[in-house]
């Protein structure tokens, strides 16, 4: 992968990033997707933030090599710190990290959001965590998708901006939109997960110690509902 040939994970989030954005991709590590949306006149100017000294050199070397210190600002900040004000940033994307570490970098840095922003947002995990501050902080979900590559599954979610919105718990945990859906990729990864869920209570059996109740409920809960999803 590079700035040239995105991975179809990456490229399912650019296709995401509203047309003429003023995109902040934080945690860009290499640079690669700003990079390859302002080559391809996709967005107006970016920044890229990373927090790492490595992959933010990286990044400003993907920006130099391909000529884009004018439209493409690579800062070395944690998380959100990477944008200020006069940035005039329109849309948000943060990927390949933990749900929980997303929702993370979005609390630290919420301040420094308008809320005009759209958010693309692609969990390794974590999912629900990340869904349930979306949803404390009135973004609503207006897209989401499953992909599955190289033997992982990975979502994207997509929210922005709105008066007040309300999940159940089971929309938290699948997704409200993906639980319409029901895509090949969306019940396959459920599927296995719900193989995960039962091989996990088996285990609980077995152990010698045992296991807190509250684990049990939680696990037995998740395998509950995977099952009436599934039915």
């Given at each position: 992968?590079?700035?040239?040939?995105?991975?179809?994970?990456?490229?399912?989030?650019?296709?995401?990033?509203?047309?003429?954005?003023?995109?902040?991709?934080?945690?860009?590590?290499?640079?690669?997707?700003?990079?390859?949306?302002?080559?391809?006149?996709?967005?107006?100017?970016?920044?890229?933030?990373?927090?790492?000294?490595?992959?933010?050199?990286?990044?400003?070397?993907?920006?130099?090599?391909?000529?884009?210190?004018?439209?493409?600002?690579?800062?070395?900040?944690?998380?959100?710190?990477?944008?200020?004000?006069?940035?005039?940033?329109?849309?948000?994307?943060?990927?390949?990290?933990?749900?929980?570490?997303?929702?993370?970098?979005?609390?630290?840095?919420?301040?420094l959001l308008g809320g005009h922003?759209?958010?693309?947002?692609?969990?390794?995990?974590?999912?629900?965590?990340?869904?349930?501050?979306?949803?404390?902080?009135?973004?609503?979900?207006?897209?989401?998708?499953?992909?599955?590559?190289?033997?992982?599954?990975?979502?994207?979610?997509?929210?922005?901006?709105?008066?007040?919105?309300?999940?159940?718990?089971?929309?938290?945990?699948?997704?409200?939109?993906?639980?319409?859906?029901?895509?090949?990729?969306?019940?396959?990864?459920?599927?296995?997960?719900?193989?995960?869920?039962?091989?996990?209570?088996?285990?609980?059996?077995?152990?010698?110690?045992?296991?807190?109740?509250?684990?049990?409920?939680?696990?037995?809960?998740?395998?509950?509902?995977?099952?009436?999803?599934?039915?």
């Open positions: 992968m590079n700035e040239h040939t995105l991975s179809m994970r990456l490229e399912r989030v650019a296709a995401h990033v509203p047309a003429g954005a003023r995109l902040a991709d934080i945690g860009s590590d290499h640079g690669y997707l700003p990079v390859a949306l302002a080559r391809r006149g996709a967005i107006i100017a970016a920044v890229a933030g990373e927090v790492a000294l490595t992959p933010y050199q990286a990044a400003q070397r993907t920006v130099r090599d391909n000529g884009l210190e004018d439209r493409i600002t690579v800062r070395h900040a944690s998380g959100l710190a990477a944008i200020v004000p006069n940035d005039g940033i329109t849309a948000v994307s943060i990927c390949g990290m933990g749900g929980e570490t997303i929702r993370d970098i979005l609390e630290a840095g919420k301040q922003e759209r958010l693309v947002l692609q969990p390794n995990g974590g999912e629900q965590a990340l869904r349930h501050w979306l949803m404390d902080n009135d973004y609503r979900i207006i897209c989401e998708e499953v992909l599955r590559e190289n033997r992982f599954d990975y979502e994207i979610i997509v929210a922005e901006r709105a008066e007040s919105v309300s999940y159940s718990a089971e929309q938290l945990y699948f997704g409200p939109l993906l639980m319409q859906a029901r895509s090949p990729a969306f019940l396959f990864k459920w599927q296995r997960m719900l193989r995960q869920k039962h091989q996990t209570l088996a285990n609980f059996a077995r152990a010698r110690q045992p296991v807190p109740e509250e684990k049990v409920r939680d696990i037995t809960r998740q395998a509950q509902w995977i099952t009436e999803l599934l039915a």
